[in-house]
């Protein structure tokens, strides 16, 4: 260990827009301001969504966009040996593969393995004989569901959970909600909204025929799709889009800075995710801003909505059904009102980010002294 600084090395495969990007930031964020560490973070592409990361107190470095994924091994072996970290923390499944061969030469180095961060229904077997490798050889593996633990199944005496942290900074001072409104053509009164990622694994095709079978009970709704997509997914990002120009009350917006203000705007946040959630940022995004929940009762998603109180857990309903919970919703502001405020006050017990920066610091101080 450096006799000033806990070096820490990070290692994720991007700062795209997501859930377990945002979270590192989080992280990142939390640990710049205590000033105990020195603080690395090693990705594979350059450039991300996260502008927040240039204010911090920490060195970014990116691998070369190598097409053949055994020099990745060796060119973070260098990385590695240069800095020489006390700790690496990896935040995904292939990141964590790539450094086990420097934590197997280099005993003394500490890896904090944080890649389980969905439940998916079923792990293919290639990927259950990785995952047991590097389980195995993590000094300890972090998960922000128990649903997570349960689909991945780790070793459990050197397994935890960690709930996601939202830094609350970051719902203050917002946009003026009139502003935000001319800005993206909110010209109806009220409006539901989605935030996640244009791929397979987030149903935004549910979500919009959803906006269709209300259209038949209501006309003064706007179902909003935000996220941003990679090339891979632009297919399917199209798909979306042909059905936003045949429907319009149904919108997409491909991806903005200003989530935290637009979501503030609306009444009523959706997440329907198919193959399962750990932590959902944009779940706890519309918890912290006040709004019900409408999600999958699947993975770590009901560790968080509870039917009834703060939003309603949906399995294998129509869109027809979910659109008349919708409607019903929209139509009793009082129910909405404490279904907001229940889930205001779920955050703000247990999702803050001095909660989450203090058990990941926790975490390392005991691999530390172990």
């Known amino acids: 260990m450096s006799q000033n600084k806990i070096k820490i090395l990070f290692f994720i495969g991007s700062l795209k827009s997501g859930g377990k990007e945002r979270r590192l930031v989080e992280l990142l964020t939390y640990l710049s301001e205590t000033k105990k560490y020195q603080l690395y973070l090693l990705t594979k592409k350059n450039g991300g969504f996260f502008e927040k990361i240039f204010d911090l107190d920490v060195e970014w470095i990116t691998l070369s966009p190598i097409k053949v994924k055994y020099n990745n091994f060796i060119e973070f072996y260098k990385v590695a040996r240069k800095i020489s970290p006390d700790i690496i923390h990896t935040w995904g499944s292939m990141q964590t593969f790539t450094v086990l061969p420097y934590i197997l030469i280099n005993k ?43 689909v991945f199944n780790p070793p459990l005496k050197k397994s935890k959970v960690i709930y996601n942290g939202l830094n609350f900074a970051r719902f203050e001072d917002l946009i003026d909600p009139i502003l935000i409104k001319k800005e993206f053509g909110i010209d109806k009164s009220k409006v539901v909204i989605m935030v996640a990622s244009f791929s397979m694994n987030k149903d935004y095709e549910r979500f919009f025929k959803v906006g269709i079978a209300l259209q038949e009970l209501r006309d003064d709704v706007l179902f909003f799709g935000v996220g941003y997509y990679d090339v891979g997914d632009a297919k399917y990002y199209e798909r979306c889009l042909d059905l936003c120009k045949i429907h319009k009350n149904l919108r997409v917006i491909p991806g903005t800075s200003k989530v935290e203000s637009l979501v503030n705007v609306c009444d009523i946040g959706v997440l329907f995710s198919p193959n399962g959630e750990g932590t959902s940022n944009s779940i706890l995004e519309y918890m912290a801003l006040g709004k019900p929940v409408i999600a999958n009762d699947a993975g770590g998603t009901k560790e968080i909505v509870k039917n009834g109180e703060n939003g309603y857990l949906i399995n294998n309903e129509s869109p027809e059904q979910i659109a008349e919970k919708i409607n019903g919703l929209l139509n009793n502001k009082a129910i909405m009102d404490l279904m907001g405020e229940n889930s205001k006050e779920r955050i703000r017990q247990d999702f803050s980010l001095s909660r989450m920066g203090r058990e990941f610091e926790k975490v390392y101080f005991e691999i530390l002294k172990s």
């Open 108 to 150: 003394k180095v500490k890896l904090v393995n944080s890649q389980i961060t969905s439940a998916p229904p079923k792990i293919d077997f290639g990927g259950k004989i990785i995952n047991k490798i590097s389980f195995h050889i993590s000094n300890v593996n972090l998960a922000n569901s128990h649903a997570g633990i349960e």
